[in-house]
């Protein structure tokens, strides 16, 4: 009678399991919710935002993406500055209150330097086009996915690991069961260490056909200090052809 019943719940439980699609499914249908259209390999858009971070005043900054010509630049804030970064394709450009003939100190002081915009760049691209940069080359994506809770809300877990060249931080993304909205994400530097952070995702703006999160919250995961909020404020079409 015990290993009947055993032999059920064992039944039962895998029955569950092949309920829940692949890590690969997850992220393809959370891609058709969010950019149903693949507007995002087209985006040309100037996006503002104010960011919160612990310690520290607001931080006010806005990008201009041009996905078709390759394009970035970051405007932020800094001292009643208007600090400038432009990269067109692998070259960077600076300015600071459209000035463009900066001096060494300059340079240092804001930390104009290629590896610092390259990074900049690549950070807002990832994290403001996720899900779709899941699909970019050197992405590992676990095919076996898991139906939990994050934030207190049922989602299906997706693992994510890049090739080495990219990163080694280990990423786990967080999805709607119903509708496979994204709904937050989290990284570790070293997941014996519980280090790293999650991050909250919530509302959501459409934008050129893209459904875009209007806001996202850092916490760390030692004790869930929240280190900060970039809340998207505004965007309008890009209408010039960038630097």
């Not at 996905?67 to 804030?77: A, Q, Y």
């Not at 056909?209 to 916490?219: A, C, F, M, T, V």
């Amino acid at each position: 009678f015990m290993y009947l019943n055993l032999s059920f719940i064992f039944a039962l439980t895998s029955v569950f399991s092949s309920d829940i699609p692949s890590g690969k499914f997850i992220i393809e249908k959370s891609i058709e919710f969010h950019d149903p259209n693949d507007n995002w390999s087209n985006l040309q858009a100037h996006l503002e935002f104010t960011e919160t971070r612990l310690g520290s005043s607001d931080r006010h900054t806005s990008i201009e993406i041009d996905n078709i010509r390759g394009n970035f630049c970051l405007n932020r804030e800094v001292k009643k500055m208007h600090v400038q970064r432009h990269i067109k394709l692998d070259s960077c450009f600076y300015n600071i209150d459209e000035y463009e003939q900066l001096t060494g100190k300059e340079f240092e002081q804001y930390k104009l330097n290629d590896e610092r915009s390259f990074f900049m760049r690549n950070y807002y691209l990832y994290l403001w086009g996720l899900p779709m940069k899941l699909t970019d080359n050197g992405t590992q994506v676990e095919e076996k996915a898991k139906l939990t809770k994050f934030d207190d809300k049922e989602a299906y877990e997706v693992k994510i690991t890049y090739d080495a060249k990219i990163g080694s931080d280990l990423w786990f993304f967080y999805f709607n069961p119903k509708n496979y909205a994204m709904i937050g994400y989290r990284f570790y530097h070293n997941l014996e260490k519980g280090d790293g952070e999650y991050i909250l995702l919530e509302g959501s703006e459409l934008i050129f056909g893209l459904n875009i999160p209007k806001s996202r919250s850092w916490y760390t995961h030692k004790d869930s200090t929240l280190l900060g909020t970039d809340i998207l404020t505004s965007f309008q079409e890009l209408n010039h052809a960038h630097y």
